[in-house]
Structures are given as C-alpha cells and as structure tokens.
C-alpha cells in the first residue's frame, strides 16, 4: 500500500497550490479518502474529506470557499486545490485513506506560506 503526496512547496500569501496524493496497492475506489494537515507544535487537524463515490465533502472551517477537494478514481488520485493561500496554512499535509477498519497515511508534502 502506498500514498504518495506531491505538490507542497513555498508560496506567497494569496498565492495558490495544488496537492496530488496518488494511491496504489489497495481499492482506492471503495476509499473514503481525507486531507489532514500539521503545523509544529499543533495537533493534526482534519482540513478536507470525501466519500468514495466523490460525491460527499467535507470542509474544515478555516478552509472553506478556499480549499477545494476532489478524487479521480480512475488515475486512483486524490487532489487538495488550494487558493488563496494564508500563512496559518503552513504545515504539512497527509493524505489518509479509510474503509471501516482499514486505515492509511503518506508520508506528507510540506506547505510554506511566506512572503
């Protein structure tokens, strides 16, 4: 099972991102995949999610009407558009997947938001 996160780099404020997690080695099609994000010194916190079906979203409040969420499932790839960049976005960013009990992570892509 892998979870491969690109697309993190150095940004100026207001600037924009787009992060891709592509998924091999399990279903990703039946997974309800996720965005989390952390920042030094802080929890993990839940940013983005989406059912299997790519239907259903979910939005953390600090995110919404910036971040946008979506999946292709058949490139079996996760993606995070991220617009409007502020400097309390820095962190990094994991990529999870879920199916009931069945639970993975990446390694994470670093987001530096910084004039």
């Known amino acids: 099972v892998q979870l491969v996160e690109s697309g993190g780099g150095l940004v100026q404020p207001g600037g924009s991102l787009r992060l891709s997690c592509a998924a091999s080695?399990?279903?990703?099609?039946?997974?309800?995949m996720s965005w989390y994000r952390q920042a030094p010194g802080k929890e993990r916190e839940l940013v983005a999610s989406?059912?299997?079906?790519?239907?259903?979203?979910n939005y953390a409040d600090s995110v919404k009407g910036r971040f946008t969420i979506s999946r292709d499932n058949g490139k079996n790839t996760l993606y995070l558009q991220m617009n409007s960049l502020k400097p309390e976005d820095t962190a990094v960013y994991y990529c999870?997947?879920?199916?009931?009990?069945?639970?993975?992570r990446g390694q994470g892509t670093q987001v530096t938001v910084s004039s």
């Open positions: 999870n997947a879920r199916h009931f009990q069945l639970s993975y």
């Open positions: 080695g399990f279903s990703f099609w039946l997974y309800d």
């Open positions: 989406i059912n299997s079906a790519g239907g259903t979203f």
